[in-house]
């Protein structure tokens, strides 16, 4: 049961940092947002990438890290 307890903590934490990079970070290119956000599926990945360039269009010089083929789709 212990065990149970500290994944679904750990899932909590991990997905609420996710949640954290893409909707209130004022940084695009943050390392443990990026290395969370390269490991996603497919579909969260691109909506992330879509929110971030929605947030950070204008001022990122170029994708974060694991947006790269997403970034210029949008």
């Given at each position: 049961m212990g065990l149970i307890r500290l994944l679904l903590?750990?899932?909590v934490l991990?997905?609420?940092y996710w949640a954290f990079?893409?909707?209130v970070?004022?940084?695009?290119y943050d390392e443990i947002?990026?290395?969370i956000n390269s490991?996603?599926?497919?579909d969260a990945r691109?909506?992330?990438c879509a929110e971030l360039k929605r947030r950070h269009g204008a001022t990122a010089a170029k994708p974060p890290a694991g947006c790269e083929p997403y970034w210029t789709a949008l």
């Open positions: 903590l750990v899932v991990v997905g609420g990079y893409v909707y970070s004022g940084e695009p947002g990026t290395a490991k996603l599926p497919a691109a909506f992330a």
